[in-house]
């Protein structure tokens, strides 16, 4: 995964001269997306093929919320839930955040910071199409600040 981000950064790089960058450029594009009746078991196994901390979760194939290995942690294994029969929408977090693909990245970043979020749902109208992630962005040393908020930031709910 790290030479396809460095080749991400730098062809963005040599197109910062030229034309302005816009979310769908630093995305990682086709997420993860679980309908909300999808068991946190199966969720959990997603994760741990696909080699993902984070799936989005859909309800009627519209984007509900998002569900991290940690909100398993936390909200399933540490409240002694089942995880075979709690579903996602139990769990997720819910009204997400989210940009579009011709957003501006110092706006996801800006979002980022305001709602202590690691990563951004990305959609084209309604439909999801990708996910952006505090890493995705160019150069993470001139947004130290930032970087530094969300960071220390508590996790969202």
Same mark, same amino acid.
Request: charged share 25%; proline share 7%.
């Given at each position: 995964?790290?030479?396809?981000? /460095?080749? $991400?950064?730098? !062809?963005?790089?040599?197109?910062? +001269? %030229?034309? &302005? ?7 990682? =594009? ?42 398993? /942690?936390? $909200?399933?294994? !540490?409240?002694?839930?089942?995880? +075979? %029969?709690? &579903? ?7 009204? =997400? ?56 930031? &508590?996790?969202?709910?």
């Amino acid at each position: 995964m790290y030479h396809l981000y /460095t080749r $991400r950064r730098d !062809a963005i790089a040599e197109s910062e +001269q %030229t034309m &302005p960058i816009h979310v769908e450029d630093l995305m990682t =594009p086709d997420p993860i997306c679980l309908r909300e009746d999808t068991a946190v078991v199966d969720a959990a196994k997603t994760m741990r093929d696909s080699d993902v901390g984070d799936v989005l979760v859909t309800r009627h194939g519209k984007l509900a919320g998002i569900v991290t290995d940690r909100d398993i /942690t936390v $909200r399933v294994v !540490a409240n002694h839930l089942d995880p +075979q %029969t709690t &579903p996602l929408a139990q769990i997720l977090s819910d009204a =997400p955040v989210s940009v579009q693909t011709h957003d501006d990245p110092g706006y996801a970043l800006a979002l980022m910071s305001t709602h202590a979020l690691r990563r951004l749902p990305v959609c084209d109208g309604e439909r999801v199409v990708g996910i952006l992630a505090l890493s995705d962005l160019p150069d993470p040393a001139a947004i130290g600040s930032a970087v530094a908020d969300i960071t220390a930031a &508590p996790a969202s709910h």
